[in-house]
C-alpha cells in the first residue's frame, strides 16, 4: 500500500517538477537603433550584444529600420553570432484602423527582400505593439496570407512596457546628461518581473502548465544597460533562459485564438477567448498609462 502510494507520488511529481521550472527566451523587437542618443550609442549596441553571451536570441526588426548601412551592420553581427532575424513590417504600422489588410500585406514580401540574406532570417512574424487585427475580416486576411507565404506567428507571451520605461530615460538624459541612468535599473527590473510572473500564473491557469515564454523587449538604450542584470534576476529565482527558437516550438505557437480585437500577449488572447478570466484581462494588455504613474511618483 505505502509503496503503491509511494510510487504514485513519484508518477506525479516528476513532470510537476519539470514544470514548475519557467523557461523564457528572448525577443528583440524594432532594431530602431536610430533612437539610441548618438553620444551612447557605439558602446549601447556592443553591450546589447554582448549581454545575451551564449543566448540564442530572435530579433523581429522594421525593414525601414534597416534598409541602411548601419542596419545592414546590425544584423550581419547578430547574425553571426547565432540570433535569429524575423520580419515586424517595413513602416511599423499596427493592423488598426490607419492600414487596410492589403496594405498591412504589401509590408511583409517588401520587408522580407530586406531581410531575407542574412542566414539568421526565419520565417517569423512579428505584430507591430501585437495587434492582429480589429475585426474578423483583418485578423483572418492577414493570418491567411502569412500561411500561404509560409510565415509562423512569432508570438509574444510575456509582454511589458519596456520601450515606456526606454523613453522615460532618454528624454531625461536629453534633458539632463549627468542624470544616473542606474536609477532606472530596480524599476524596470521589477516591471518585468511583474509582468513575468503575471503571465505565468495565466499560463498556467488558462493551459494548465507553464509554457516556454517569450519575452518581448527593444533594441534599445535601456536594454543595453540592463538587459544582462535582467537575464540574471531570471535565473537567480529559478527560471531557465533558453533560446528563442526553442521556445517557439512550443505548440502553443500554433493556437490562433479566436478574439476580436485580435493580438496581444498569445496567453492574454488564449484567457480572453476561454471566457473565463475576464476580471484579469485588462486591455490593451500593456501600455504606457499603467507605468507612467509609477514613474513619476520615483521622480523618473
Ligand atoms: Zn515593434
Known amino acids: 500500500m505505502s509503496l503503491t502510494r509511494r510510487s504514485a507520488l513519484s508518477l506525479l511529481a516528476a513532470p510537476a517538477i519539470a514544470q514548475s521550472r519557467p523557461r523564457l527566451a528572448v525577443t528583440m523587437d524594432d532594431v530602431q537603433w536610430q533612437l539610441i542618443p548618438e553620444s ?18 530572435f530579433l523581429f526588426a522594421i525593414g525601414r529600420a534597416v534598409d541602411n548601412p548601419h542596419g545592414a551592420a546590425i544584423l550581419n553581427q547578430w547574425s553571426s553570432a547565432g540570433h535569429s532575424i524575423g520580419n515586424h513590417t517595413y513602416s511599423h504600422t499596427p493592423l488598426l484602423g490607419k492600414i487596410t489588410p492589403e496594405a498591412f500585406e504589401a509590408e511583409i514580401p517588401k520587408t522580407e527582400a530586406v531581410l531575407r540574406t542574412y542566414p539568421g532570417f526565419r520565417k517569423w512574424f512579428r505584430f507591430p505593439a501585437l495587434k492582429e487585427g480589429q475585426t474578423r475580416e483583418a ?33 531625461r538624459l536629453k534633458a539632463d546628461a549627468a542624470f544616473d541612468a542606474n536609477r532606472f535599473r530596480e524599476p524596470y527590473l521589477a516591471h518585468l ?24 523587449v527593444h533594441y534599445n538604450l535601456l536594454n543595453s544597460l540592463f538587459l544582462g542584470d535582467v537575464l540574471e534576476m ?10 528563442a527558437e526553442e ?14 480585437p485580435a493580438g496581444e500577449s498569445l496567453i492574454w488572447a488564449l484567457a480572453k477567448e476561454s471566457g473565463k478570466f475576464a476580471t484579469r484581462l485588462r486591455y490593451p494588455g500593456e501600455d504606457d498609462v499603467y507605468e507612467k504613474p509609477l514613474l513619476d511618483q520615483l521622480g523618473l
Open 40 to 57: 551612447r550609442r557605439e558602446g549601447a549596441e556592443a553591450h546589447l550584444l554582448d549581454s545575451l553571451g551564449k543566448t540564442r536570441a
Open 139 to 171: 485578423r483572418d486576411h492577414i493570418r491567411a496570407f502569412l500561411n500561404a507565404s509560409g510565415y509562423r506567428n512569432g508570438a509574444v507571451t510575456i509582454d511589458a512596457s519596456d520601450w515606456y520605461y526606454d523613453r522615460r530615460l532618454t528624454d
Open 193 to 216: 518581473w511583474d509582468r513575468a510572473q503575471y503571465y505565468d500564473q495565466l499560463s498556467r491557469d488558462v493551459l494548465g502548465r507553464s509554457v516556454a515564454h517569450t519575452l518581448l
Open 234 to 243: 531570471f535565473r537567480a529565482r529559478g527560471w531557465a533562459v533558453i533560446g
Open 247 to 260: 521556445a517557439f516550438a512550443d505548440p502553443v505557437f500554433r493556437r490562433q485564438p479566436d478574439t476580436v
